[in-house]
Structures are given as C-alpha cells and as structure tokens.
C-alpha cells in the first residue's frame, strides 16, 4: 500500500545569509512561511524540487517540508519547522529583530 502525500513546502536556507527560506509560486524564495507555496500533489512536489534545485547559487540544503494550510497560508507541522520561522535563536538578529 502507498503512502498518502500530504501538502508540503519547499524549503532552504540562504547560502549568504543563512536564513531559513521558502519557494513561492512565483519561483521566488522568501523568508515568510506564509508566502510560500503549498504543494498539495506529489507530481507537482517533484517537479519544483528540479526547479528549486536550479538556485544553487542562492539557496542550500532544499527539501520538502510537511506544512497545512493556515489563515495567512502556510504553517508548520513539525517543531523543526515551526522552530525554523522564527529566526536564529542565539541573538536577537533577522526576523528577530523585526517583532
């Protein structure tokens, strides 16, 4: 028996920076979750998997992350992830600073 694909987002950090980053649908990368696009059919996850992976000058360390969708789009289902939204944790700095 297969699995069920649940919604995911596409994922990195910011090779210069290091920031957690995001893919869009409009191929952008963004360090708010909720801009990012949900992917709710595996095909569709694969295919911008190839299309993430052509940023390697930008972004490092891509994957699908298991996300839902949210009253301001997506949000986190695992720790990790929800941990990674809210910026560096050593010093007030990046998103940090912007609350």
Not at 26 to 46: F, G, K, P, S, V
Not at 51 to 70: E, H, K
Request: hydrophobic share 40%; no cysteine.
């Amino acid at each position: 028996m297969s699995r069920v694909f649940t919604p995911k987002v596409i994922t990195g950090n910011a090779l210069i920076e290091g920031d957690a980053v995001w893919l869009t649908a409009d191929n952008r990368w963004t360090r708010d979750m909720a801009e990012a696009e949900l992917i709710d059919d595996e095909a569709h996850a694969d295919l911008r998997m190839i299309d993430a992976s052509t940023f390697r000058n930008a972004v490092v360390g891509i994957y699908l992350a298991d996300a839902r969708s949210g009253a301001r789009g997506p949000e986190p289902l695992h720790f990790r992830e929800a941990f990674r939204t809210r910026g560096p944790s050593n010093y007030a700095h990046g998103k940090q600073v912007e609350r």
